[in-house]
Structures are given as C-alpha cells and as structure tokens.
C-alpha cells in the first residue's frame, strides 16, 4: 500500500457544500474534490455541521458526540488502495478528551465543513482565554482573602457557618455539663449525709479535706478573674479557631478547582501538538515509506543475507515449480528420525543436522518433499534449561540462536541455508501467512466481520499491512536468492524475472502448500467418501512423510516380538499426535513412545505398510502430506 495520498479522492453521493474547490456530477452523484492541501489534509480544521455519533476508542458498542458548531482538527488520513477510506479527527479540547475517532469519508464531507485556520486559532484562543480568565479571577480571591477573608462572600459564610456549628456544640456540650454536675452534686449530697451518719463516732474527715481543696483556688480569684470571664475567653478563642479553619477549607479548595481550571487547558497544548505533527504527516510517512523500501532493498540486494552450501548436485528439472513449505520445520525434530537426539541439542549442534542433510537423502526428502522448495526453520522450539551456573546474558543468547528462523533451499540436490540479520524474519511462525491471520485482523470483538464501510476497516488493514509487510520482505528476499544467486534453478522464462512479485506469477510457478493450516489439506471440489479420501491421502506415504495416529490407535498399531508388545502402556500425556515416517526395508515405519514395565520411555515400532502392517485396522493413520496431490 502506497503512503503518498492522491492529489482527487472520490466518495460517494454527499452534499456538495461540505467542501469547498471540487466538482459535482449531478449525473451520477459523484463529487470530486480537488486540491487536498488546501481542505483535506492533516493539521487542518472542520466544523461539525449535524450533531453525530462516533464509537468510543476501545470500546464496542459505546459512542460519543460530536456537537454540531463544534470545530475539530484532523489528525490523519487513512488510505486504502490509494484512496481516502476515513478521516481521523481529535475531540474539541472543551470536551476535557484527547480522543482521535475515525469517521467514513463520506460521512466526513457530508456532516462537516472547512474552517480557515485564522478563525479556529481564534475560537481556540477565546475558550483559553475564558479558563484564563476564571483562573485570575480565583487567584484574586485568594489575594483578598490574606488581608480581608470576611470581605470575600464565600469565606464570610463559610465562618459564619463554622463559628454558628461551634457555638452549637458548646451549647450542647455546657447542658450536657450541666445535666452531669446536677447528677454529681445529687450523687455528692447522698455521700454526705451517708458519711455524716457514720462519723459520729469517728470524728468528720471532710472539713479538714475541704480546705486542702481550695488553697489554689484562692490564687486565682487574686487575679481579678471570673469563672464566667474565663468561659467567655474559651467561647471566643473557639470562634477564631472556627473562622481560621472555615478559611483554610476554603483555600484549599480553591487551589485545587484552580488546579482543575488549568488542567482543562492541557488538551488544548496537546492539540497544538498534534497540529505540529499533523502537519508533517506527509514529510513523516513519506521519510517511513523511504526507511521501509531501504530495508527491503538490503533484502534483495543481499545485504546482511548469508548463503551457505550445505549439499551440491544435480538441479531439478525446469519443470518443476518452487514449492512453498507454509509451516517451520526444527532441526533436532527432523533429525531425531535418523538419530539419537539429547536434550541438550542446540544452536551449537547445529552442525550435525546439516552433516545428516548431506549424506542422507532420506532426510533429504524428509525436510525439503519437493525437488524444488524452500522452508523456514530453527533449531529447536524447546527451551532448553541451561546451567544455574551460567549467566542470565550468555542464557539469553542461547535461546535467540536457538529460536532464530532460515531458511532451507532446495535445487535438485542442491541445498542453501540462508541466513538473514533481518528482525522480523527472526521469529516468523511460517513462510507465508495463514488464513486466520488475515481473517484475525478483520473480525471485531462480537466475532462480525470489518467490512470496507465500517470506520474499523482503516485500523484493521493498517494491522494488517504491517503483518504483511513482514512476509512481504520474505518474498523479495526470495526473489534476490533468484536474481542474484540462481539459488532455485531454471523453473520459468528468464524474460519473466522481473514479474517474481506479481501474483500471475506465482499462480503459474509456485506452489504454496499449506502444511500449517490443516483444513487446507481437504482440498478443494466435490468431496470423497471419507474412507477413500483417506486411502487417497495414504497413498502419497513416503519416507519424511507427516503421519497422524490417534492416541486411541496407538497401542494396536504397536507390533513387537513374542509377549513384549503386552507389556508396554501406552503413555497418558504429552504423547504427540503426528510423527514422520521412515523407510526401512522398502516399507515404512514410525515410532512411537510407549512405558516399558520398569516406568521408562521407549520407542515402540508401528509399520504403515507392508507385511507386519496391522491388518485389522483399514485406517489407523492419515498421511498429512498433500505436496504431490491435487492442488
């Protein structure tokens, strides 16, 4: 997809006033708008006409709206096929929001119209001054209330509130006083006349202690002080204390509705922000596109491309096409048919698996089935647990070098490793994308299908054009191998080089085989009997075959020497599904764990075919294979 933006666009049937510099065809309601700089183009604002919905950001089935007189920035352009699909616009920064919603462009021209620049700066400009504004209104509030508090309307009442709440609470407080000094002075009288009764014998204590009591008491009222002087001094030390807390409330408050004040004009500089960006949009995608091209050129160039020999021969014949093997293949996987493979195979062991490639054809024809094909591998898809011992940055490095993806190129009997600093090409899952892949990026939350009229069809195709791009890259990477190296043969007229990209090409002299997506497989067309389809399917076995063998199935295809068979179990998880079959005497075979009487793991033979083949089962197992059948 092209980054430049055409000079015209065409939409749908809209109102011929929404824009300004175009053409209306009234024969087939067309319009036409020319000079896109001028109107359509980021950094530049429109006026809401209609009040309108658009869907909330995120969520699905939730909407906000835009309010007609309301004028709003256009942050972006998103293209398809090299034309104007929607139109990204960022909410007013009255709104308090920093939201970008995409509206169709049709819908766009038809419910907003262009606003010169000088006039929305000056709209912006008045709603900043009237938050200004407010702002220097409070913060002289707050002067005033330094040096007269009570002059200010609100402090006064928030006082007058404050000192009428204490004087409440010590009018209940001195009855709740005095309702327990009746009670005291009641509980007092009754100890008395009590203790009056029962001191006639032993003399009367309380005068002598009546008078130790009032000792300091009498040096108070030297002072000139009287009880209710001293209660008038606490109520009025109360009433400040009221006041001065009334106020700081107030401060505090204010502070922070100034704080508020100031926070609404954060959109607004964030909007200046985007008008910047927005602007350089077009310098921005076009300097992207450049990065992007010049990361594809290395690729087909062949800078930081590696091709090692592992095997040379004969080419294939001409007429075989290039089969594309869809799904990764691992190293120590494929070797462990012909060899014994330890946990502690790696990136290092690597070495082993291409000396096996050289020598056995079997293998050969295990990992590449066709004469002429490519395939993605990597060494393991385990994770290997090194050595506590060793450092977290050397275990890191093993692990990339295990997970780093080449690729395996076949001619005849000759194979390349090919290898590629490029970092999306480091961790791809296959060589070319699978249909949910495609399918993912066009299906909303509730499962509907993003069609082209929906405002998420811009998104979705920008996701997926970056997903694509990845495999894009690929693809030329392969056609740099063809027309620098001649690393996949004679296999189309060298005229046609040129056309390797084009899809007319690839239909005649490729052939992608979807290993990786397994109702591919079925093929399409009338549809076999499922029990001839699979004697079809089986009839492609050969050494390196995929083969599929239900778990239920595997313990009856097991077939061993005198009682030994009856003593292994079949093992109860982790058992894979799928193996690869190999040749062994002209027949075919594979192997498959069981649990031998003393709990350990072996591999236990199963023959596909042949005289020790299961004969009471017709169709135990699936050849997975579909590289040389109908396609």
């Known amino acids: 997809m092209s980054t430049e933006r055409p000079d015209t666009f065409e939409v749908g049937p809209v109102n011929p006033q929404a824009a300004t510099g175009g053409d209306w065809d009234t024969q087939d309601g067309t319009f036409t708008a020319h000079r896109r700089d001028d109107m359509l183009h980021p950094g530049r604002y429109w006026r809401c006409r209609n009040d309108r919905e658009v869907p909330y950001p995120g969520f699905a089935n939730h909407s906000l709206p835009l309010h007609a007189q309301q004028i709003y920035l256009i942050t972006d352009l998103v293209m398809f096929e090299d034309r104007i699909h929607s139109v990204q616009v960022l909410d007013t920064p009255s709104s308090g929001r920093t939201h970008s919603y995409p509206i169709l462009v049709a819908e766009f021209l038809r419910d907003f119209e262009p606003v010169a620049d000088e006039e929305a700066k000056a709209a912006r400009a008045a709603e900043m001054q009237t938050i200004m504004s407010g702002v220097s209104a409070m913060q002289a509030e707050m002067v005033q209330a330094q040096t007269d508090p009570l002059g200010l309307p609100g402090v006064r009442e928030a006082a007058e509130e404050a000192v009428q709440q204490y004087e409440q609470e010590q009018i209940s407080r001195v009855q709740a006083q005095v309702q327990e000094r009746e009670k005291r002075e009641a509980d007092l009288r009754r100890i008395h006349r009590r203790a009056a009764r029962r001191s006639a014998e032993k003399g009367n204590p309380i005068a002598l202690r009546q008078m130790t009591l009032s000792n300091s008491v009498s040096d108070i009222l030297h002072e000139g002080i009287s009880p209710d002087g001293v209660y008038e001094l606490t109520l009025e030390a109360g009433r400040h204390i009221a006041r001065g807390e009334a106020l700081s409330k107030w401060i505090s408050a204010r502070a922070k509705e100034i704080g508020r004040e100031l926070e609404r004009l954060t959109p607004f500089y964030t909007e200046q922000q985007k008008v910047a960006l927005a602007s350089a949009h077009k310098a921005i995608a076009h300097v992207k596109s450049l990065q992007e091209g010049i990361q594809t050129l290395r690729l087909y160039t062949g800078e930081g491309v590696d091709v090692v020999q592992v095997r040379q021969g004969n080419d294939a014949p001409s007429r075989e096409r290039l089969t594309l093997l869809q799904g990764k293949r691992f190293a120590d996987e494929e070797l462990a048919i012909w060899a014994d493979v330890g946990v502690e195979f790696d990136w290092r062991s690597a070495e082993r698996f291409f000396t096996a490639l050289r020598e056995n054809d079997a293998l050969l024809d295990q990992v590449l089935p066709a ?238 075919d042949g005289p020790k083949a299961p004969t009471e089962m017709d169709t135990w197992f699936l050849c997975l294979d579909g590289y040389f059948g109908p396609t």
């Open 371 to 608: 004469p002429r094909c490519v395939v993605t591998m990597a060494v393991t898809r385990r994770t290997i647990r090194y050595s506590a011992n060793m450092h977290w940055y050397d275990r890191l490095i093993n692990d990339i070098a295990n997970k780093a993806v080449f690729l395996l190129v076949r001619n005849g009997q000759n194979v390349h490793a090919v290898y590629s600093d490029e970092p999306s090409h480091e961790a791809a899952e296959r060589l070319f994308p699978a249909a949910h892949e495609v399918r993912g990026h066009f299906e909303g939350l509730d499962g509907s299908t993003i069609g082209l009229h929906d405002v998420r069809f811009g998104k979705a195709n920008a996701d997926w054009e970056s997903t694509n791009l990845h495999y894009t890259r690929l693809l030329i990477l392969l056609c740099g191998l063809d027309h620098r190296e001649r690393l996949f043969g004679d296999f189309y007229p060298h005229e046609q080089a040129m056309r390797m990209l084009s899809l007319d090409f690839q239909r005649q002299y490729f052939h992608f085989v979807h290993d990786d997506e397994e109702h591919a497989l079925l093929g399409e067309g009338s549809r076999l009997p499922v029990m001839e389809w699979i004697a079809e399917r089986n009839s492609y076995l050969r050494s390196g075959s995929r083969v599929a063998v239900a778990p239920g199935n595997q313990l009856k295809a097991v077939q061993g020497a005198g009682t030994n068979i009856r003593k292994l179990k079949p093992i109860e998880s982790g058992v894979p599904s799928r193996f690869v079959a190999r040749a062994s005497g002209g027949f075919h075979k594979v192997q498959i764990p069981m649990r031998n009487p003393e709990h350990r793991q072996v591999l236990a033979t199963a023959w596909l």
